[in-house]
């Protein structure tokens, strides 16, 4: 973990390999909120923290930029906790591993965190710092994110004075993000009930792994593999074949993440043993020619194992998970006509989970069009309503709409250029950052968000580019000493 500090900016990786020993899962940020307020403390810098760990840090303005307006630093301290199957970590109280290779960072088998721990550590390198020049900043480092941008949307923000707010949330260098979706969490409870099993049964359990998951918004353009989708047409197909029962089916973990593995366990004749086999065998096959340009690891397992339980789904409770699964909205919606190569609407098919009275599904829903949102949103109220199934809505966040006089983003353009001699690129993305709520607590707020080169965020391969971290930090200390010329833009 030393070899960490040996790398520049100094700071910077220090206040990241301490972030990267507190447990920060979302939802579980009490520990990561109250090191950030002993960081203000420490550094005599004033702070607020509101009853949902939302934390702002105040810091004047240098010598010669005290009168300049206020820049808003703004950053999530939650992160997605994934973890390969055969790693042992406990996310609620073990440290992350990191681990160095060659000029990037990774955690040890899971999710890194830098997504958006780099936000925070740049942020109290700055508030820390005696040297570096920059105008009035106020912090803001906001819990839940990743679950909703459930801290945003709660936070108070009449205490902030900014007029312009620089996110750290972004994942591509020299990219400027001026734009992005909006979006929804869904739960689906489809009302399930039991019957007996009877007869001479073998119970097997097939499981869908090897994918490569991702982000639902930055990856879903990519087309890989959805496990829960996967095993939905795997049930669809084997029902016109053989007579099954099913006792589970789980899969995914979180619902802003494309599922890499899913699990089913059911129960057929002794007869039907072979024609299973050969079903499976054959299934793969076709699921890896689908994939094989993009998720070529795909694997489906077939492993007999004992009973779990004399109780499975009964016919129409079978019936309705299936079609559940055929029908629910999954995968790019529709494509933006601007903007080339932009997902403009999707849906992501994060988690399936079995109760002993319900199957859960939960999908995440993402648009930068609001019209087009809702009808995703209809889409599923109409399937549950088809399938007695209970539908609820949460996390419904505004989108970032385009700001054509951006000062800032001139700014930000000018700056790079006389940085690196070269033009900065200008995008949109198809996930939620939280300016779309800032906006609409601060409607006068001119924001952009930038970030390092990030890889495979929330996938146990999430990893970061040490030399892009280094580059965009001197980017952002460029931006606040130059402040002084954004106003003659």
């Avoid at 040996?6 to 700071?11: E, I, L, M, T, V």
């Avoid at 005696?130 to 009035?136: A, G, L, Q, T, V």
């Avoid at 053989?242 to 089913?264: H, Q, T, V, Y």
């Amino acid at each position: 973990m030393d070899k960490i500090l040996n790398f520049k900016p100094h700071d910077v990786f220090a206040y990241f390999e301490e972030i990267s020993k507190i447990p920060r899962g979302s939802g579980n940020e009490q520990r990561i909120s109250d090191y950030l307020v002993d960081f203000a403390k420490s550094n005599n810098l004033s702070y607020i923290r509101d009853n949902y760990n939302n934390v702002i840090i105040k810091k004047n303005g240098t010598k010669g930029y005290e009168n300049l307006p206020t820049v808003i630093l703004q950053g999530h301290m939650d992160m997605v906790n994934e973890k390969n199957n055969d790693k042992v970590h406990d996310f609620e109280n073990d440290p992350l591993s990191l681990v160095i290779k060659g000029d990037m960072i990774f955690a040890d088998n899971t999710t890194l965190g830098a997504d958006n721990g780099i936000a925070l550590a740049m942020t109290m390198a700055i508030l820390s710092s005696d040297s570096i020049e920059h105008p009035p900043i106020e912090a803001v480092f906001t819990v839940e994110e990743e679950t909703g941008l459930v801290g945003a949307y709660k936070l108070d923000a009449s205490s902030l004075n900014g007029e312009y707010l620089i996110n750290l949330d972004s994942e591509e260098e020299g990219e400027l993000l001026v734009s992005c979706a909006g979006g929804a969490r869904t739960k689906m409870l489809l009302p399930v009930d039991y019957t007996a099993l009877h007869g001479n049964y073998l119970t097997y359990h097939i499981s869908v792994k090897g994918l490569k998951g991702g982000h639902s918004g930055m990856d879903i353009i990519k087309g890989r593999g959805n496990s829960n989708i996967i095993m939905g047409r795997i049930l669809n197909d084997l029902q016109g074949i053989m007579n099954f029962e099913i006792f589970s089916i789980n899969g995914g973990s979180k619902m802003n993440a494309i599922p890499r593995e899913c699990d089913l366990v059911i129960g057929i004749s002794p007869k039907d043993k072979e024609n299973l086999e050969f079903f499976v065998d054959k299934f793969e096959g076709n699921i890896k020619n689908e994939l094989r340009e993009k998720d070529d690891d795909v694997k489906i397992t077939l492993n007999e194992t004992s009973i779990i339980s004399d109780k499975v789904l009964n016919e129409d409770s079978k019936s309705r998970l299936i079609a559940a699964l055929m029908l629910i909205p999954n995968g790019v919606y529709t494509m933006s006509a601007s903007i080339e190569n932009l997902v403009e609407s999707s849906s992501n098919l994060g988690i399936v989970t079995t109760n002993s009275d319900h199957i859960l599904f939960e999908s995440a829903v993402r648009s930068s069009v609001n019209s087009l949102k809702k009808v995703i949103l209809q889409k599923q109220k109409n399937l549950a309503n088809l399938l007695w199934a209970e539908l609820t809505i949460d996390s419904d966040y505004p989108e970032w709409q385009y700001n054509p006089d951006s000062k800032l983003r001139t700014h930000f353009q000018n700056v790079y250029k006389k940085l690196t001699g070269k033009a900065a690129h200008i995008t949109a993305i198809h996930a939620g950052v939280e300016c779309g709520l800032f906006k609409e607590k601060m409607p006068n707020l001119d924001m952009i968000s930038i970030g390092p080169n990030m890889y495979d965020v929330h996938t146990p391969n999430e990893h970061i580019s040490i030399s892009s971290v280094e580059r965009t930090y001197e980017y952002l200390l460029a931006i606040l000493k130059d402040f002084k010329n954004i106003e003659s833009i």
